[in-house]
């Protein structure tokens, strides 16, 4: 085997490297809304139009730490290149000032071999100084 193929990361960890980069590289939240107060992304998967039980959560974002960056992991753990991404929309919802946005966003990865089935539904509210 060839000594140099064995020492490369797996794809899992540089997809991990990226995302940290990524978070790194990102813009403050903070200058790119100076007078957001309060960010709340309360989400919940969906599958075949049910709720998944158990997948509700509430991120309560901080405003004066945070990067500019929106990325929310799917929920399954059997799901490879999924998650969602919601920067363009909160971003948007930010710059036109807006208080509360809704939205779904389905999941790029696959599960065994098919494509995930899981959908983000999220809601976005935010308070202004
Ligand atoms: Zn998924």
Known sequence: ???????RPSDGELRVAERWQR?????RLCDEAPNLKTLRISAEEWRGGGGISGSG?????QVATAPA??????GDPRCKDGGHDIT?????????QATQIEGE????GSVGGGECARQLRYVVTATYG
Request: glycine letters at 6%; proline letters at 8%.
């Open 1 to 7: 085997m060839d000594p140099l193929s064995r020492r």
């Open 23 to 27: 978070a790194d590289d990102a813009p």
């Open 57 to 61: 959560h509430v991120k309560i974002i």
């Open 69 to 74: 960056l929106f990325l929310m992991p799917c």
């Open 88 to 96: 363009y929309e909160v971003m948007n919802m930010l710059r036109s």
């Open 105 to 108: 966003d389905g999941c790029g």
